[in-house]
């Protein structure tokens, strides 16, 4: 079946797939039809979210509560789940009706997220929690990891500070230790200390980008095992 390929899944039960992508407005020009994908929605939804959370939880286990709650409402949002719906090509397989087909639907964002979660509620029917919550990562995980790399450029200082508070009280000391170049154009070298101790150097044309360099090498070596306090 040409759906299987392009998601990359083999069902057992291929009427769980046929109704994964029957929305309802085609049952309602099908009378016929038993089910559109609105109750296998409501399960895929809370099957994504479960998978995501249970892979945050394992995999990061250094962020708290509160930073695993941002990671996973981007990661699980319809607008994430839209972009990988039409990668997946999703919009091509839906029943729909003829008003909802004239009117866009096939590319509309709901539908393709709808289509999404259904699709994942019946996996999850058809071959349970491990195969499911595998393929739910091998498909969001690249999203997570976009998610990951731009929160740690948006403020490494942040996330080295909350870190070092945690583990000692100490608030981390940004030193210049050196500038060149002429004026309009200086380098600034950058070292950042903690406790007197030197963990992290960064460059940049600014004293605030050559910071978020110190402090993004000092947090990659707590993050990684590398350094303690």
């Given amino acids: ?15 769980l797939l046929d109704t994964a992508f029957t929305h309802r407005s085609y049952i309602f020009e099908h009378p016929e039809e038993k089910e559109s994908n609105e109750r296998l929605e409501f399960l895929g939804d809370a099957v994504i979210g479960m998978a995501v959370c249970e892979y945050l939880f394992r995999k990061f286990p250094q962020f708290d509560e509160g930073q695993l709650s941002q990671i996973k409402s981007k ?4 607008s994430c789940l839209a972009r990988k719906a039409r990668e ?7 029943l729909i009706g003829k008003g909802e087909e004239m009117a866009g639907g096939r590319r509309r964002s709901s539908l393709l997220v709808n289509a999404f979660e259904a699709m994942i509620g019946a996996l999850y029917l058809d071959q349970r929690w491990e195969i499911t ?5 091998r498909q969001l995980g690249k999203e997570i990891e976009k998610i990951l ?6 403020d490494f200082k942040t996330l080295l500070q909350e870190y070092t508070q945690a583990q000692s009280g100490e608030i981390p000391v940004y030193r210049v230790i050196s500038q060149s170049g002429p004026e309009h154009r200086k380098i600034f070298s950058v070292a950042v200390l903690i406790k007197g101790k030197v963990y992290g150097k960064g460059k940049g044309r600014s004293k605030k980008r ?3 360099l110190a402090a993004r090498q000092a947090w ?3 993050n990684a095992g590398k350094a303690s306090l």
């Fill in 1 to 15: 079946m040409q759906l299987e390929e392009e998601v990359g899944i083999n069902f057992r039960n291929l009427s």
């Fill in 75 to 78: 990661v699980a949002s319809r």
């Fill in 88 to 94: 997946l090509k999703l919009g091509n397989y839906l």
């Fill in 133 to 137: 919550s595998a393929y739910i990562i």
């Fill in 149 to 154: 790399e731009g929160k740690r450029e948006k």
């Fill in 210 to 212: 050559a910071e978020q």
């Fill in 220 to 222: 990659e070596e707590f």
